[in-house]
């Protein structure tokens, strides 16, 4: 029996007008503030709230505050999700169709290369594997803090927090984390600890109802790009390579998708890519709540949580058009679009006739450079203005880094505080649900040692976080970077290198896609982390930079990285001759040979999608209705 909706959080505004969304938020925790915990989790975006989950998830004794400095959670730039946070919220969270209600489908990837005159399109695409999300941020930090309250976490909004350290030389663990570093307790600072010392944690509280400080024994820092204790650690550091990469991007309304018969399958429930010599550019298709009042909303995801918890079907869930109208929370469909570009290529002098500001400018650039995007962009999406705010375009700069120091004594830090590479396969969350599931998991051990070893045990996990995050998880996704971008400069390169990515970095199709994300998930770095990948992806890199002269490859590197390839997929399909690729990727068969003329996916898949009738939006196949709208398969 589905249980009857409660307006609780509408009624309190109303009751109560000046009530600020702060503390909405905050009267949603179970306990009241006491000014101590085991472990103050800075940040509550998507990395920190999944630490916070996974830890108390296994270890439930764990008394966990999360402070954000945000009033309430907003819009961020990160919508696409991938294999690890699917099986992270299916294994720690909740099963897929509740989330299904509040958050866009998506199943696999679509790649689109155009070449530098930006006519023929060459494309490549993986799917059918999981299922996952296309994610309105708003939506996933206040869906992520109500469950965290839910099972027991404290997640306060409108405190920013600080932190006091010892001094760095002190205190910092050496960047290859090899070397003994961590420095002897400090009864003057920080919590005072007959084993481990944290950092001092600072609070600043808009609304002055807690504390100027909370006392921890443990601290994880996931203030993200702020990089609030990282920071004190050293300046970020950048990647051997000479080129980093620049992002522009706005939101649009999909008018009338007249492409497909041009970019084959562009109104699948993917993430496409549209790729160009000098970067790529992303479109992912959302529900967005903008225009939802945040009590509503909270109201709304009380219901599915309660309902959920309460072990209600989620067949028996309303879908998501009748939630909306139950709690007045207005939803519609949008598009994420922009461009990641290196930044080592020279914009003409007249940038300024491309629009007002730099990121309109540079977005308009990519946007006319090549016909097919500026076509596709023309016909089927107009522009929404102001749609998050004041601006309409949106701007980050040299992407990728990373913090020197990542753990240290009686703290880690997780997510973009840790570092950031590039949007490309979403390694943003998917490989920072990997750090974070680790840093939960060095937890928890940290917490079960006896007292008289837990100095050397917190010691020992910092190190162990240095060298998985600092030397092995980021250095590997900075890779990846360059083998893509080095692949976007000809359609040959393009084709001969998508289907090895997916050979190396899939390999067992039937072993990596279980129902949760468990500990081994954790060096997998959405493909990245694998030995084959290192291998492969080097001897790519090998051939193909010292070549590179602003676009076009040698004809003799081509050759080389197209022999490269085809040797490295028999390879792996002789170690796998169970997988049955011809039902992932819609151009090749089961052993990754190319079949001219083979423009679908076998049957046979783990999933596909399946558009609903009704409201024209996508169910998957295991769903009799559309999860949208309610219609019947
Ligand atoms: C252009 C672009 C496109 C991207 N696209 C994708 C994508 O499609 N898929 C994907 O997986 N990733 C994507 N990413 C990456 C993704 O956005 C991030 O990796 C992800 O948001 C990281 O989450 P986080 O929790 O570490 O940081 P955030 O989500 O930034 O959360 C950090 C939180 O800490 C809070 N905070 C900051 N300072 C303090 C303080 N002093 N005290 C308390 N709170 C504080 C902030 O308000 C924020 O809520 C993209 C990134 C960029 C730049």
Request: hydrophobic share 40%.
């Amino acid at each position: 029996m589905v249980y009857a909706p409660i307006r609780r959080f509408a009624n309190l505004r109303h009751d109560c007008p000046d009530i600020s969304d702060s503390m909405l938020l905050n009267s949603n925790n179970q306990t009241e503030f006491t000014g101590v915990a085991d472990v103050v989790v800075a940040g509550a975006g998507i990395i920190g709230l999944c630490y916070a989950i996974h830890l108390k998830n296994i270890s439930p004794h764990l008394e966990i505050n999360v402070f954000e400095k945000s009033s309430s959670p907003t819009q961020k730039i990160g919508e696409s999700t991938l294999s690890s946070f699917s099986r992270f919220v299916s294994g720690d969270i909740i099963p897929h169709d509740y989330f299904l209600r509040l958050f866009g489908l998506k199943d696999g990837l679509q790649f689109y290369c155009v070449d530098e005159r930006g006519l023929s399109v060459t494309s490549e695409d993986i799917g059918g594997l999981d299922l996952s999300f296309q994610l309105d941020r708003r939506m996933s930090e206040l869906f992520l803090t109500m469950w965290a309250q839910k099972i027991g976490i404290n997640v306060y909004h409108g405190v920013g927090t600080d932190f006091k350290v010892m001094p760095e030389d002190a205190f910092a663990i050496s960047a290859n984390g090899d070397k003994d570093g961590v420095a002897a307790p400090n009864q003057e600072i920080g919590t005072a600890m007959n084993h481990f010392t944290a950092p001092q944690v600072l609070l600043d509280d808009a609304s002055q109802s807690l504390a100027t400080s909370v006392k921890a024994k443990l601290v994880c820092d996931a203030t993200g790009f702020s990089r609030r204790l990282t920071s004190k650690f050293g300046n970020r550091e950048t990647f051997k390579g000479g080129w980093n990469c620049d992002a522009y991007w706005a939101y649009f309304q999909e008018t009338d998708v007249k492409t497909e018969d041009r970019l084959d399958h562009w109104n699948y429930p993917a993430t496409k890519h549209i790729c160009f010599p000098e970067g790529w550019g992303w479109f992912i298709k959302l529900i967005s709540w903008e225009k939802s009042p945040l009590s509503n909303l909270m109201d709304l995801i009380s219901y599915v949580i309660d309902n959920a918890k309460r072990n209600v079907s989620a067949r028996d869930i309303p879908s998501t058009t009748v939630l909306s109208e139950m709690f007045d929370c207005p939803f519609e469909f949008i598009t994420s679009i922009g461009w990641a570009v290196r930044n080592d290529h020279k914009f003409p002098d007249n940038l300024e006739e491309y629009g007002a500001t730099e990121s309109e400018r540079k977005f308009t650039y990519f946007k006319r450079k090549y016909p097919t995007l500026e076509r596709l962009m023309d016909n089927s999406y107009a522009i929404l203005p102001n749609y998050y705010g004041k601006k309409t375009y949106f701007v980050r700069k040299s992407m990728a880094f990373q913090s020197p120091v990542v753990a240290g004594d009686g703290w880690l830090a997780i997510g973009n505080s840790a570092g950031f590479t590039n949007p490309l396969i979403s390694p943003g969350i998917n490989a920072g649900i990997g750090g974070a599931f680790y840093a939960a998991m060095l937890t928890q051990e940290i917490f079960a040692a006896p007292e008289e070893s837990s100095r050397a045990v917190m010691k020992k996990s910092a190190n162990a976080f240095q060298a998985y995050h600092h030397d092995f998880m980021m250095p590997r996704l900075n890779q990846m970077n360059r083998f893509w971008y080095s692949m976007f400069r000809d359609h040959r390169l393009f084709e001969a290198m998508i289907p090895s990515f997916w050979a190396v970095g899939v390999q067992e199709i039937d072993h990596l896609y279980g129902a949760s994300f468990v500990a081994e998930d954790v060096n997998w770095v959405v493909g990245a982390g694998t030995a084959d990948f290192q291998t492969y992806s080097k001897a790519v890199l090998d051939v193909l930079e010292p070549t590179f002269d602003g676009v076009a490859p040698t004809e003799d590197a081509v050759e080389k990285v197209q022999a490269l390839s085809k040797q490295l997929r028999r390879r792996l399909h002789d170690r796998y001759p169970g997988n049955k690729w011809g039902c992932y990727l819609r151009k090749y068969d089961d052993s990754l040979r190319i079949v001219p003329g083979k423009h679908e996916r076998d049957i046979g898949g783990k999933y596909t999608c399946i558009q609903c009738v009704g409201c024209k939006y996508w169910m998957h196949n295991f769903s009799d209705f559309c999860l949208i709208c309610g219609t019947p398969k």
